[in-house]
């Protein structure tokens, strides 16, 4: 099967040997992303050995990331720059420092203009932060408070802005399309070096870590798909039920110290954004706050009334269809396509972020949050930015209009605050980075059906069965039920993936243009049990549970 990003692969240039450095190549312009491990293929097979040898920093954000029952059964890191997905299909889920480091950025009159500052920092400590603002005793969790508030009210408003999927690479890859954030930065309080702190570093289990202030091994919302009690694999948040999230959040904390005087709510697009909103009337002594997830380009929004409550909004004049007619002019031609996309379809253009945009004020406005004294919580996540990531590629003109656009409604929100609230603080952040597509880099996608194929080719497993259930950009859960018939562990899965070459896992006749040379390159840098965890840890610890997790 022809693969049209092949065209692009001529352009790669992977350098090795002294430390890898991967180069970019994209119209000319060569780019460094970050220094790889030099080494790609390895002797042993050995999951502790090879886990073991991982930077220490990684494994820290693997064990952080990793919950005993909830997680995959086998954890598997691509050898960077590596990905799970396909030349055309990128995802983000790993414990490197391009996907992990992210913006952090806090604004308003109560934040000190300190600008952008280089100290450790981590999406857990907003949680912290918040309990500052707020003066509200927080429950003791991982994070610390970046702030130092002084004597006075808390501010009247806090909201804050997740850009989904813009980690720092995706800023620094289109520097100059954001001078909104820029200028928060720079009049702020910004943390360059935060970093989400746990991997997978994924949506539902980073926005969890936002609001708990704590990791996935504590809060339990691990990935995007997890285990649950009962053995059943499903998605994060099901029915929009926030009991999987096994800490409260400063929002649920500060909601009830201050006898639900505050208005919560939060604007979103899927139930995998709860985690940094909370349970709502789930926990004893909460209130139903606002949820409300776009579902339609109709204006409509949906929520779950058992634990929340949801906003109708009356939108008026918000009409995407409107607003898609405008975006879809922008590319020079009116015909329901922008960039070659159809408009309305699908969340992954400009106008749905203005879409958005409109619904965050009208929702602020109808719902009165700022108008009293007494501080209120306010949350939206723009998932625009990462649907195109993945699509499109972080490196696509579309990636670059999208993160203009959400810049612009960041500019629009700060406006109204000034205007309607006065003594307000914005928090702007991000849930993961993103990764360059393999023709830009020279890494490898790793196809999850061939390696769910060569995985039970190799254990001998009968025709119409599979030893993995279901497969996940952090690693696959297994049928343990087909597991056990035939004897085969989760140690030995991770054994034999440890071996496992770019040659294996192609799928065409030939190996790749660019790629001839590589078959015998290893994929990943370390496959391990769920199980393993304790020894690896102990290996390069020399204690399960590492410093600083
Ligand atoms: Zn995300």
């Known amino acids: 099967m022809p693969i049209r990003a092949l065209a692009l692969a001529v352009a790669v240039a992977l350098v090795l040997g002294g430390g890898a450095i991967f180069l970019l190549r994209d119209d000319g312009a060569a780019r460094k992303i970050e220094g790889g491990p030099a080494k790609r293929t390895f002797s042993s097979n050995d999951p502790i050995e090879r886990a073991c040898a991982l930077p220490k920093e990684q494994l820290l954000r693997l064990w952080r990331g990793h919950h005993a029952v909830h997680s995959e059964d086998v954890t598997i890191v691509p050898l960077e720059p590596n990905y799970s997905g396909a030349f055309t299909v990128t995802s983000h889920s790993g414990p490197w420092g391009y996907v992990q480091t992210i913006p952090l950025v806090l604004y308003g009159d109560q934040i000190p203009s300190a600008g952008v500052v280089d100290k450790p920092a981590s999406i857990t400590d907003v949680y912290a932060t918040i309990g500052d603002l707020t003066g509200v005793e927080l429950e003791a969790r991982a994070g610390t408070q970046l702030t130092h508030r002084g004597p006075g009210p808390s501010p009247r408003l806090i909201v804050t802005v997740v850009w989904d999927g813009v980690g720092r690479n995706v800023l620094e890859r289109w520097q100059g399309r954001w001078p909104n954030l820029a200028r928060l930065e720079q009049e702020g309080l910004s943390l360059r070096d935060a970093t989400v702190g746990s991997s997978p570093s994924i949506t539902p289990a980073t926005h969890s870590s936002l609001g708990t202030g704590d990791f996935p091994y504590r809060h339990g919302v691990t990935a995007i798909d997890y285990r649950t009690k009962d053995g059943t694999v499903r998605g994060a948040f099901a029915g929009k039920n926030p009991a999987d999230l096994k800490l409260t959040t400063f929002a649920d904390q500060v909601d009830v110290a201050l006898q639900n005087e505050p208005l919560v709510g939060m604007l979103a697009w899927k139930s995998w954004h709860l985690g940094m909103l909370g349970h709502g009337s789930q926990i004893p002594g909460g209130d139903k706050d606002a949820v409300a997830l776009i579902s339609g380009h109709d204006g409509h929004l949906t929520g779950n009334d058992a634990y929340y409550s949801t906003p109708q909004l009356n939108l008026g004049s918000v009409r995407l269809d409107d607003i898609a007619d405008e975006v879809d002019r922008t590319d020079g031609e009116a015909d329901g396509f922008w960039r070659g996309h159809p408009v309305l379809e699908q969340h992954d253009n400009p106008a749905w972020v203005r879409y958005q945009s409109e619904m965050l004020i009208e929702m602020l406005e109808r719902g009165g949050y700022g108008t009293d004294d007494v501080v209120d919580l306010f949350f939206t996540n723009f998932k625009i930015s990462d649907i195109v990531a993945h699509q499109y590629g972080m490196d696509s003109d579309e990636e670059g209009d999208v993160v203009e656009a959400q810049d612009a409604a960041l500019g629009t929100l700060v406006d109204w605050l000034d205007a309607k609230v006065g003594d307000y603080v914005v928090v702007v952040t991000a849930d993961h980075g993103n990764t ?114």
């Not at 049928?479 to 140690?491: C, F, M, P, Q, W």
């Not at 440890?498 to 243009?513: D, H, Q």
Request: proline share 6%.
């Open 436 to 549: 360059h597509r393999a023709a830009l880099t020279g890494g490898w996608p790793i196809l999850q059906g061939q390696l769910q194929e060569d995985v039970d080719a190799h254990f001998d497993v009968p025709d119409g069965e599979s030893l993995i259930e279901t497969t996940s950009a952090a690693g696959p859960f297994l049928d343990r039920k087909v597991a056990n018939e035939l004897g085969v562990t989760a140690a030995d899965i991770a054994e034999f993936l440890n071996g496992y070459t770019i040659a294996e896992n192609n799928n065409s006749p030939k190996l790749p243009k660019g790629y001839e040379d590589r078959g015998d390159e290893n994929v990943l840098a370390a496959a391990f049990a769920s199980g393993q965890y304790d020894e690896v840890m102990q290996c390069a610890f020399g204690s399960k549970n590492p410093p600083g997790g």
